[in-house]
């Protein structure tokens, strides 16, 4: 290609002119890209205009609407306080300097950028990977490893669990008004005491409503069939290995007109295990986590293994079925029948 005289003078003035617009361009805002618009193939090349121009021009750019959730960073947000105020032995279980691969907690002081020592504390974590160094590979590689979490194995939960799941099919009929007048009570409120999870098909119409949980403001929330999904929610024995950090919800089924069908299961907690068991082993892990509120009606629901009324999980939960099923309980139970209907926790 023969490249004239005119044409390179053109090219040394375009770029003298393009130089002069990044000059007079230095940008004085960062831009913010919507990402938005990238569900509009109108909107599409606007969105690619500003990205082009904050990628070239300024290297620094906003995103708006970008579909992370609010209440997860939110809580991210709320976490942040709660865990640098944990005291220093703490946070030194998860210390760097135990991580050939630089991740964990670092101290105020202890790192250094630009030669002078840096006043910032911080967690550092990566992707979760396992350890592959060895003498012979580049010595790079020992970066690679796992994170320091201070979660717990994914086992821990096991042992805690029964040779015994239950599960019911339940039937909810459909009463005449004078019948929904005198009760609409298709089970009262309570916390599920037969164990450690529960994970519930409701198997009617969406539309058919009846199951409510309750929340900390005392309100009683509807929790309608979703199609596709199964309810789970947390049981006593779950709440209290937790050390309250995760709450067994109170919640009820009111009946209604129509006919309602449910399915629940129960997995089942060791009927041996005691209260002072299922109180220590994991309490390090989550006394440092802040349980949560619950309303007054809430904790003023019957809960004889929270209440540390009875020393195993098995009793606690005869006590509840003799209460429930009462003719059961008088024919099978008789020498405890009297004790456990007198005992209001
Ligand atoms: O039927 C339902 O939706 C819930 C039943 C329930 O809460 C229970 O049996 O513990
Ligand atoms: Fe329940």
């Known amino acids: 290609m023969v490249i004239s005289h005119r044409s390179v003078e053109h090219c040394d003035r375009l770029i003298g002119a393009r130089r002069l617009v990044s000059m007079s361009s230095s940008f004085d805002k960062i831009p913010t890209i919507d990402l938005s618009l990238v569900d509009n193939p109108e909107t599409t090349p606007q969105l690619l205009d500003s990205l082009h121009y904050a990628l070239t021009e300024v290297g620094f750019l906003y995103v708006s609407n970008h579909g992370v959730p609010i209440d997860v960073i939110a809580s991210l947000v709320q976490a942040l306080p709660t865990l640098f105020s944990q005291p220093a032995d703490v946070k030194k279980c998860v210390a760097m300097e135990n991580s050939p691969h630089f991740l964990g907690y670092s101290s105020v002081g202890s790192e250094t950028t630009a030669g002078v020592s840096d006043r910032r504390e911080q967690f ?144 089942g907690v060791r009927r041996d295990l005691t209260k002072i068991e299922a109180v220590e082993t994991l309490k390090a892990h989550f006394e440092s986590l802040s349980p949560g509120q619950e309303s007054t009606e809430g904790h003023s629901i019957d809960s004889a293994f929270l209440r540390g009324k009875y020393d195993t999980w098995g009793e606690s939960q005869l006590r509840t079925k003799v209460r429930s099923h009462r003719e059961n309980g008088r024919k099978f139970y008789a020498q405890v029948y009297d004790r456990y209907i007198s005992d209001d926790v």
């Open 124 to 267: 550092e974590f990566a992707t979760e990977l396992t350890e592959v160094w060895r003498e012979g590979l580049p010595l790079y590689e020992r970066l690679r490893g796992p994170n320091q979490a201070r979660s717990l194995p994914p086992e821990t939960f096991k042992s805690f669990l029964s040779d015994q799941h239950r599960l019911k099919l339940v039937r909810y009929p459909g009463l005449p008004p004078e019948d929904l007048d005198a009760s609409k009570q298709g089970v009262g409120p309570h916390k599920d005491s037969s164990g450690w999870w529960t994970f519930l098909l409701q198997a009617s119409p969406p539309e058919v409503k009846g199951l409510q949980a309750l929340n900390k403001a005392g309100e009683w929330i509807d929790v309608p069939n979703v199609p596709g999904t199964f309810v789970v929610n947390i049981g006593q024995a779950f709440e209290v290995v937790t050390n309250g950090t995760c709450k067994a919800t109170t919640h009820r089924v009111l009946s209604s007109s129509r006919e309602r069908f449910s399915v629940p299961f129960f997995q």
